[in-house]
Every structure is written in structure tokens, then in C-alpha cells.
T-cell receptor
Framework: GAGVSQTPSNKVTEKGKYVELRCDPI?????LYWYRQSLGQGPEFLIY????????DSGLPNDRFFAVRPEGSVSTLKIQRTERGDSAVYLC??????????????FGEGSRLTVL | AQSVTQLGSHVSVSEGALVLLRCNYS??????LFWYVQYPNQGLQLLLK??????LVKGINGFEAEFKKSETSFHLTKPSAHMSDAAEYFC???????????FGKGTTLSVSS
């Protein structure tokens, strides 16, 4: 497709389980971002990839959260030992340029994670 | 650190009325500022961006925003609201490292007929 694709669109899991969320960015976009959006809040930055490497992971809340982008395209956000507080919509975005070079972020529709 | 504050979590207007959504940025002058819109069940999309080329920025769907350094503001306006403008609107600024956008909490716009 032409846009950013995220799967699954919805994921319900139990507390303590492991979850993977996938993001397929726009072809050719070297920059990829993960955000988390809780109800009534704006998107909260988690991690930024430039190519295959995580250039800024300062937003990851703790070591239960990890993300990879092994071939510089598709990315997977991995959450271990999920907690109820992890429930949120996880957004992926990609861009051609860095945001401080007026790069526009193109967002997917998000993966809604519910931890019971 | 860079940040933005959106005043008013919810704004309601009548169709045809002026839309004004407020955004103030932190006192250190940002390189760029952005407004994004999120329609129901859709991803965020860029409305407009300030890149210091001009203080009045025009975006899609008739929206515009004016950068005012003296007021540290970047308010979003539209002269005449349409029902289709009902959505959530987010103001954003690059973080200090230039590696990500920092978003405000958002303003939900409701338009009544």
C-alpha cells in the first residue's frame, strides 16, 4: 500500500504476556518512529530509527519495551510482561527527512493494545 | 526542553462559525511548528507547518496558523467551520535533539449544524 501499515489493528492480551506490534513504513522512508497514545492525551514519543539503528530510544518507558528494524524497513515493537498500564494505541510513523529539517511524519492508523 | 501547550481540550462551534484552536510553545524559539489533525478512525495527518519562511502559514482544508514570537503562540484558525472539520487537532514541535516531534495533549473540535 501507499501509506504506513500497522498490524494488528487490535490486540487484547492478558497481564504478563508478550506482545509484538508490526509497522510497515512508506517505501523509501529511512526514518521510522513509534509513539504511544493514551486516552485523552497526545502521542508520546517512544523511539526513532534512522535506517536500521535506533537513533533515539529515550522515550521507551522501561526495559520491557524494545523495538527492532533489522533491514531498515519493517519495524517491530516488542513488549514483555505486559501490564494493564501498557494499554494504549501504539502509533507508527515514517518520514523522508528528520523533523528538524521540516520532515513531515506520515502516521499509520495505530495498533490498539488492551491488557486485561 | 521544547514543549507545546494546547489551551482547551474541547472546542465547540456552529457550522459556519470561526474556528480558533490555541497552541503556545515553550519560550525558547522553536525551529519549526506543526499542526496535525486526526479524524475518527484515521491516522494523524499534517495540516500545516511553520518553517520560518513566513509567519502566516496556510494549510489544507482552509486552515491557517500565525506564528507570533511576542506571544509564543501558533494558533490555528479557519474562517468558517464545516461539519467535516470535527476531529482532534494536535500542535507539535521538534524535540531538542531534532529526532522526534513532541505533541500537545490535543483539542477536540465539535461542529454542530
Amino acid at each position: 500500500g501507499a501509506g504506513v501499515s500497522q498490524t494488528p489493528s487490535n490486540k487484547v492480551t492478558e497481564k504478563g504476556k508478550y506482545v509484538e506490534l508490526r509497522c510497515d513504513p512508506i517505501s523509501g522512508h529511512t526514518a521510522l518512529y513509534w509513539y504511544r497514545q493514551s486516552l485523552g492525551q497526545g502521542p508520546e514519543f517512544l523511539i526513532y530509527f534512522q535506517g536500521t539503528g535506533a537513533a533515539d530510544d529515550s522515550g521507551l518507558p522501561n526495559d520491557r519495551f524494545f523495538a527492532v528494524r533489522p533491514e531498515g524497513s519493517v519495524s517491530t515493537l516488542k513488549i514483555q510482561r505486559t501490564e494493564r498500564g501498557d494499554s494504549a494505541v501504539y502509533l507508527c510513523a515514517s518520514s523522508l527527512e528528520r523533523v528538524d529539517n521540516t520532515g513531515e511524519l506520515f502516521f499509520g492508523e495505530g495498533s490498539r493494545l488492551t491488557v486485561l | 526542553a521544547q514543549s507545546v501547550t494546547q489551551l482547551g481540550s474541547h472546542v465547540s462551534v456552529s457550522e459556519g462559525a470561526l474556528v480558533l484552536l490555541r497552541c503556545n510553545y515553550s519560550s525558547s524559539v522553536p525551529p519549526y511548528l506543526f499542526w496535525y489533525v486526526q479524524y475518527p478512525n484515521q491516522g494523524l495527518q499534517l495540516l500545516l507547518k511553520y518553517t520560518s519562511a513566513a509567519t502566516l502559514v496556510k494549510g489544507i482544508n482552509g486552515f491557517e496558523a500565525e506564528f507570533k514570537k511576542s506571544e509564543t503562540s501558533f494558533h490555528l484558525t479557519k474562517p468558517s467551520a464545516h461539519m467535516s472539520d470535527a476531529a482532534e487537532y494536535f500542535c507539535a514541535v521538534p524535540n531538542q535533539a531534532g529526532t522526534a516531534l513532541i505533541f500537545g495533549k490535543g483539542t477536540t473540535l465539535s461542529v454542530s449544524s
